[in-house]
């Protein structure tokens, strides 16, 4: 998918999504650095770049993703993969439609999004 819709793309998905996190209660209070999202905005942003076929910045910079592991010390419920799903729907449906993207990105995303969440639930 990086081929297909390049790295501007995730650049604007992340920051899509992330306007929604800064707004959301439900959410910010996962994030220890809540003051300061750019370190989670880069972090998945080139997690994200990596994991759809871009650049390996991500694994050079941070090692293997593990990302149940990473988020295991979050306590994260039905409540908060819901809103962590809601946002990123939000922002996967706003990227595509202003760049125009095609359907199949869309669906894509959304289908990889809410099975990430899903397996991110720990409590």
Do not use: K
């Not at 959410?27 to 750019?38: A, K």
């Not at 729907?89 to 595509?96: F, K």
Request: negative net charge.
């Amino acid at each position: 998918m990086y081929d297909e819709v390049g790295e501007q793309f995730f650049v604007d998905l992340v920051d899509r999504f992330y306007e929604g996190v800064e707004s959301d209660d439900v959410l910010l209070v996962l994030y220890p650095e809540r003051d300061d999202l750019s370190g989670a905005r880069e972090r998945l942003r080139q997690f994200l770049i990596q994991y759809w076929g871009g650049p390996t910045t991500y694994s050079d910079e941070r090692g293997h993703p593990r990302l149940r592991q990473r988020h295991f010390p979050f306590v994260i419920g039905e409540r908060e993969r819901d809103h962590w799903v809601l946002n990123m729907n939000g922002a996967i449906d706003s990227t595509c439609e202003a760049r125009g993207s095609d359907e199949s990105v869309r669906q894509r995303l959304r289908e990889y999004m809410t099975n990430a969440a899903n397996h991110m639930v720990n409590s």
